[in-house]
């Protein structure tokens, strides 16, 4: 039971590249949601989903694509890269009622 | 509008020490709140949960719904509980993962020896 995974670990693009972030549970959880942790911000909710098909915009959504075709897989996509997207990203996941498991997390710089 | 204030983004005490990070929400309805503590560059994990009740490496959170409070306690400081504490709310009994989580900036506590 692998938990939360994220992959790559850490990431350098130069603007206006794209890529995705991915992440993964193994625990079946319906709920999984994107984070990003910024120095003295804290962490802001970019999108979250709540089941295979259905995805919903957080507090910080503009710049970032996600979908949710499997219960254990979502991707978050970055079509082009801007300076003001270097953060470290958190995916998390949960089943109804429970807390949030959290992944070890992306660090992603862009020059 | 919900937001969660840590007005400390820095707590340095001694060992032995009681430590105290304070948070303060703003919810219209029935919030559930939770600390998360984040040791150096690892994922977040879960401290407490105010509906569980539960005490874990000995920190406590009383809701105080009056003065919209939410604040961790620790009676006698360790120097494994130096990291970044995060308050966090959520509707009540979502657990946070059907809306996603609204965090506080954070506290960055060190315990000195």
């Known amino acids: 039971n692998a938990g939360v995974t994220q992959t790559p670990k850490f990431q350098v693009l130069k603007t206006g590249q794209s890529m995705t972030l991915q992440c993964a549970q193994d625990?079946?959880?319906?709920?999984m949601s994107w984070y990003r942790q910024d120095p003295g911000m804290g962490l802001r909710l970019i999108h979250y989903?709540?089941?295979?098909?259905?995805?919903d915009q957080g507090e910080v959504p503009n710049g970032y694509n996600v979908s949710r075709s499997t219960t254990e897989d979502f991707p978050l996509r970055l079509l082009s890269a801007a300076p003001s997207q270097t953060s470290v990203y958190f995916c998390?996941?949960?089943?109804?009622?429970?807390?949030?498991?959290f992944g070890p997390g992306t660090r992603l710089l862009v020059l | 509008a919900q937001r969660v204030t840590q007005p400390e983004k820095l707590l340095s005490v001694f060992k032995g020490a009681p430590v105290e990070l304070k948070c303060n929400y703003s919810?219209?309805?029935?919030?559930?709140l939770f600390w998360y503590v984040q040791y150096s560059r690892q994922r977040l994990q879960l401290l407490l949960r105010?509906?569980s009740r539960e005490s874990i490496k000995g920190f406590t959170a009383d809701l105080n719904k009056g003065e919209t409070s939410f604040h961790l306690k620790k009676p006698f400081a360790q120097e494994e509980d130096s990291a970044m504490y995060y308050c966090?709310?959520?509707?009540?009994?979502?657990?946070?993962?059907?809306?996603?989580?609204?965090f506080g900036k954070g506290t960055h506590l060190i315990i000195q020896p």
């Open positions: 998390a996941s949960s089943g109804p009622q429970e807390t949030q498991y």
């Open positions: 625990m079946n959880h319906e709920y």
């Open positions: 989903s709540v089941g295979a098909g259905i995805t």
């Open positions: 919810y219209s309805g029935s919030p559930e």
């Open positions: 105010h509906i």
């Open positions: 966090a709310l959520g509707p009540m009994y979502s657990g946070g993962g059907a809306d996603g989580l609204t």
